[in-house]
């Protein structure tokens, strides 16, 4: 019972020797001695003790059962190892004239305090961890400000998110792709599914700036372009199940480039959501059956985006999600191709030493993303522990 043991939690959570580990280039840190965290951490293992004897348990406190219980892991075995550390002060004591047992005693209690401080580690570690899910979104890319060269631009931007999601092994589905002139996109979207998808994706929504000489203009002056990314979360069939009496189906041959197959068969599905008046298409695939299921992914996606905005107007939330309008219009990133430099505007960003490597959509990204990551989940730990101080404060 974790309840019998809060004393030994009180002697181990307000130690002002407590050591500050496990530091991330570029990120926060917690320093596991001020009493705010560690009234937190008491908190947590009060809440899991309750949690873990109560006879019935929703599926909400399942949930929250399941997400602190490595925190209360960790900390069961730092309360362990400081009651031997405590043990072997009492012992020393006890053996002040037996030098031989004193030196046992010292090496034994570093072994303790070197295992102390990879505790101290991996609760850092779980703390600022971001909580990756398994999902899918549907990742629109769209040309900007800059004409032509933000076309050349976003095609570009598409294919490094095509071989990162090569590089982390996620489905991939092209849903629609509007091409320009000389090779770019007006408009392009994928639908992506995997393990991280959800979280890792949605930290490239927002406008994208690039700074170079166009190449449509060999020896010109550095254009400035912009291309917005949109990350929609795919909702589950439960989340928004669409009856059939709702849409109407059309097919019809695809049309534009596509070799031979194109204007042979009637591959292409447009699908019109009646109660609403949204209407998708799909014709990048050459099966029917392929295409219908994307576009029925791409007009549950947005219908489920509709669903949140205007949820979000009535409540006026402040913190608007990021598949909301306001992102396209928050510049995140620039990238200089003169300087060969990749700025990251968002707080928590780690260098990014090369811009073309950066373009191949491998670790370089993974590593921006999930330094992005931590901070976001450095900022919502913080919030939660000022929140609880605040609630004990009133209480008091």
Known sequence: ?????????????????????????????????EPAIQTYLKHLMIEYDVLLTRARRTVEE??????????????????????????????NKKEEKDEEIKDMIKEEAEIYLARLKEIDGDLQ???LEPCLTNGGVMLEVTAGAGGQEAMLFARELFDMYEAFAQYKEWETDLASLEVSDIGGVRKVSMIIKGFGVPELMIMEAGVHRVQRIPVTEKGGRIHTSTVSVAVLQLPTEIELAIPDKDIAIETKRASGAGGQHVNTTDSAVRITHIPSGLVVECQEGRS?????????????????????????????SERKSQIGSSNRNEKIRTYNYPQDRVTEHREGAINIPSLKVFMEGGEQLEKLQDSLLRHQRYEVLMAEINELIKKNTVQN
């Open 1 to 33: 019972m974790f309840l019998a043991r809060i004393p030994s939690v009180r002697a181990l959570l307000y130690r002002d020797t407590l050591p500050i580990i496990c530091k991330y280039s570029s990120q926060k840190s917690l320093n596991l001695s």
């Open 62 to 91: 399942s949930r929250r059962l399941y997400e602190i219980k490595p925190i209360v892991s960790v900390l069961e075995q730092r309360i362990t190892l400081y009651d031997s550390i405590e043990s072997l002060k009492d012992l």
């Open 125 to 127: 570690t779980i703390l």
């Open 288 to 316: 029917q059956i392929k295409n219908r299921q994307i576009a029925m992914e791409k007009l549950r996606t947005l219908l489920l985006q509709k669903q949140v905005e205007e949820q979000s107007s009535k409540i006026n």
